[in-house]
């Protein structure tokens, strides 16, 4: 919300020395987030003044358009001056900006007499953009007649030098997204009188007695409990806006239009009631808020044609739609340039079912950023007595009158005790400053000894329990005042082991050139078949939000690997090929149980509520998932460059087990998320704890990744149980290492994983390690074979081994690769 300090003046008696950041500095105290404090027209520095344009010559020798104008400035500015320009939307008699020589226009461009389309340009006619005063640079700026005397200073008249203050409305400070809102709070801040202009009724003229108002109802009071229709006749479309409103307008960030829309943004922005206008021409019969007819289409003015469904409210009359209700107003009813009868809605819409239409239908207008964050309930009737005044006064016309139909109202009311806001502060707050505080924000209070009944403002929606007016109280006092204690951490209470695991594991993939990211824990059926997920595969979500923040990503993950293919897709998109990146998450698998009762919040859960509510939630256990694209190692003065492949990822997932105090087994896996000859099943044991090789090339090609992409996911939760209670340091022999190489000729099926273990089985306790350090194939192994080296370490822990103990040690290594893989020694 864009709010022009001198607005806020107009509305609240603000001290003289306090300017735009002082302000901005009591806004923040009250709670409200002030961005930024803007200055409208900076850069402008020199004179710009009121010009009144007395002869206008027409040059036609070039090749576009050109005018030789005489501008009167004023005696004390040199009188009638020449200027070269280029706008054709003025004429003699017009009132004009106009920047004298010597004067710096925003960017630094400085205006100087100079000789141009052969006459002596003496200053420049000024456009709003070219004074920094909006995006408007289809002609130059005229005034009113009535906008004040030639050579006056034009940077007061036009708002060259206001502030504007840009506030960041949270969604439970829909108040504040108008000038009213703020200029309570500022008037609070300063303690300061308010009056509240949206409980003055404008009065209006007397309605016209030969014309009938137009009819409106409401259908169900649930969703509009409130609709008015004013209407007035005999309207000059061709009314302009008045250069105030205008200008206050663009201050906000808006655009001018024309004089019935505007009027109706103005009003909006003033008060916070969104209105909307309708040509009365083109209705029939009454109008009425109703629910959609399901599968209904409807064309808004934006051009789109929506189809709406039975739980989205609009706004119809006897021929069908005319508007969303809320959100926009349809292209059939719209006001234009020969409106001369128009229907001015104003209704108060529940904030669910706004907030609903908008979402599904992506449309989110300043109307609806309103209603779905609550507005006024009492507010319809005098922001449209406002606006219908603004219509008559600028455009002529005359009133009809009102028609309004609206439902029970029962106002909030809240039962607290004068000394809760002192408890929950933890700082004295007596009760008088706790009544006088919720009176300052609209509240009626009765206080009968401490004892408070509160009854809430219609326009504060947002205050619906004792909390809520602690936090109201508070705020007010100050968050400053509030007393910083730190607490006081009980002895002997640490991370767990098993964050002390993930924080390990983190930085262990970090230091290999890893790169941690955290990802969004929705996705979308699309992103889980991208990955060939079976149903029935635990991978596969089943968990669906009840209001997702996209309808395309309604589901909670059930695998990290989604979000970080969709990471690795991002970054590819901006030039970052060669990625490692890695995620320590955890996932939703499973159901949700039977809903439960909500436990009451007077009193803590019982153990048998406590776990009713956790047997009904899904399995939540932690993964660690890795994506690999690009090359591992980059070409250089060492070499050619090496990519990543399937080996990578089975040695990222050893990395994870060897942080852990683990060692993972490695068999042919089939998963469909990765290629059938490069998948490979990561066990401890005989459990499978994770998978891990390349994807497979529709899951490549579905996901727009480089080819021959990796990925591997384990389940974290699984190791951590399988993890030692002690990890024990390693040893350090000191005795003397034995090495033995060995390469063994096995057939194409036999993993090399089976040979190792069976080397090791056979080996016995000599042995220290086993490592493969060449695959070969070619002319001297026969066809479906290959041969394997692996490197043998024998050591004892406190001996020099001598020739008979290697011997037999390696003897029984091959020996049992011989019995279990039929291996032979080459």
């Not at 809605?345 to 907030?355: L, P, R």
């Not at 039977?594 to 406590?610: K, L, Q």
């Not at 939630?617 to 660690?624: A, D, H």
């Not at 066809?783 to 080296?789: E, I, P, Q, T």
Request: hydrophobic residues 45%.
């Amino acid at each position: 919300m864009r709010a022009p300090v001198s607005w806020l003046r107009t509305m609240v008696d603000i001290p003289s020395d306090q300017g735009g950041r002082d302000i901005a500095e009591h806004l923040v105290g009250a709670g409200l987030e002030v961005e930024t404090v803007e200055l409208i027209g900076e850069g402008v520095v020199g004179e710009i003044v009121l010009g009144l344009v007395v002869e206008i010559e027409e040059l036609t020798e070039f090749k576009k358009p050109i005018r030789w104008c005489q501008v009167d400035v004023g005696p004390e500015h040199g009188g009638v001056r020449g200027v070269i320009c280029g706008a054709r939307n003025f004429s003699v008699g017009d009132r004009v900006v106009v920047a004298l020589p010597g004067t710096v226009l925003p960017g630094g461009f400085e205006i100087a007499a100079r000789e141009t389309y052969g006459h002596t340009s003496n200053g420049m006619i000024c456009s709003e953009r070219e004074l920094g005063l909006g995006d408007n640079h289809d002609g130059i700026m005229v005034l009113p007649a009535e906008s004040g005397e030639i050579g006056a200073d034009a940077a007061t008249i036009v708002g060259v030098g206001d502030e504007v203050l840009d506030i960041a409305v949270t969604p439970d400070r829909g108040y504040a997204l108008s000038m009213r809102g703020i200029a309570r709070e500022l008037a609070t801040a300063y303690g300061v009188a308010f009056d509240d202009p949206g409980t003055v009724f404008v009065e209006l003229p007397a309605p016209a007695a030969d014309a009938v108002p137009a009819e409106c109802a409401s259908l169900d009071f649930s969703a509009c409990g409130l609709f008015t229709l004013r209407t007035i006749v005999g309207f000059d479309p061709k009314a302009p806006s008045p250069q105030w409103m205008q200008r206050r307008l663009v201050a906000c960030g808006m655009r001018p239009v024309s004089l019935a829309v505007d009027v109706t943004n103005y009003v909006m922005l003033e008060l916070g009631q969104p209105l909307h206008a309708f040509d009365l021409d083109k209705l029939q019969g009454a109008v009425r808020a109703d629910w959609a007819t399901p599968g209904a289409e409807f064309e808004t003015l934006d051009h789109v044609v929506r189809t709406l469904q039975a739980d989205d409210l609009v706004i119809r009359d006897d021929r069908g739609i005319i508007g969303l209700a809320g959100v926009m107003g349809g292209l059939e009813s719209e006001i234009d340039d020969s409106t001369v009868s128009i229907a001015l809605e104003a209704a108060h819409f529940t904030a669910g079912v706004i907030a609903r239409s908008s979402r599904r239908h992506r449309l989110s207008s300043e109307a609806s950023r309103r209603f779905e964050r609550g507005v006024d309930r009492v507010l319809a009737p005098y922001a449209s007595a406002r606006a219908a005044a603004l219509l008559i006064e600028f455009g002529g016309g005359r009133y009809v009158g009102m028609t309004a139909v609206e439902g029970a109202m029962d106002p909030t009311v809240i039962a607290m005790h004068s000394s809760e806001p002192s408890s929950v502060a933890g700082m004295p707050i007596d009760g008088e400053t706790v009544v006088r505080m919720l009176e300052s924000v609209g509240c009626l209070v009765a206080d009968e000894a401490g004892r408070l009944s509160v009854t809430v403002p219609a326009w504060r929606a947002d205050l619906t329990d004792p909390a809520d007016l602690i936090e109201e109280v508070v705020r007010l006092v100050g968050y400053d005042e509030l007393p910083s204690t730190l607490p006081t951490s009980a002895l002997g209470h640490g991370l767990t082991k098993a964050q002390r695991m993930r924080r390990r594991i983190g930085m262990a993939l970090a230091a290999r050139g890893g790169v941690e990211v955290l990802t969004y824990p929705f996705v979308g059926d699309h992103e889980i078949d991208a990955l060939r997920v079976a149903e029935g595969d635990p991978r596969r979500s089943r968990v669906r939000l009840a209001n997702p923040i996209s309808d395309e990503q309604p589901l909670l993950r059930a695998s990290l690997l989604p979000g970080l293919v969709a990471a690795a897709r991002r970054n590819i998109g901006r030039g970052t090929s060669d990625l490692s990146l890695f995620e320590v998450g955890a996932v939703v698998r499973g159901v949700v149980g039977s809903p439960v009762a909500r436990p009451s919040i007077e009193r803590r859960p019982s153990d048998a509520e406590w776990a009713s509510l956790n047997a009904m939630l899904p399995e939540q256990p932690s993964l660690v998932a890795m994506v690999l694209t690009g090359d591992r190692v980059k070409q250089g003065w060492w070499g050619e460059a090496r990519p990543q492949d399937w080996s990578d990822a089975i040695e990222w997932a050893q990395v994870v087990a060897h942080v852990i105090g683990l060692r993972l087994t490695v068999e042919r896996g089939d998963d469909p998320t990765f290629h059938p000859g490069r998948c490979a099943v990561l066990l401890v044991g005989d459990r499978a704890v994770g998978v891990a090789g390349e994807l497979h090339p529709r899951v490549i090609e579905g996901t727009s990744l480089p080819e021959r992409s990796c990925a591997m996911e384990l389940h974290l939760d699984e190791l951590l149980a399988l993890a030692p209670e002690v990890r024990p340091a390693p040893s350090v022999g000191t005795q003397p290492v034995a090495k033995e190489d060995i390469a063994l000729v096995v057939p194409d099926g036999v993993p090399a994983q089976a040979v190792e273990q069976a080397l090791r089985a056979g080996a016995g306790a000599l042995l220290e390690s086993v490592r493969l350090f060449d695959v070969y194939r070619g002319a001297q192994v026969e066809s479906g074979h290959r041969s394997l080296a692996f490197a043998l370490r024998f050591r004892a822990p406190d001996r020099t081994l001598d020739a008979t103990e290697i011997q037999s040690a390696r003897h029984a290594a091959l020996q049992a690769a011989e019995a279990a893989c039929g291996a032979r020694l080459r």
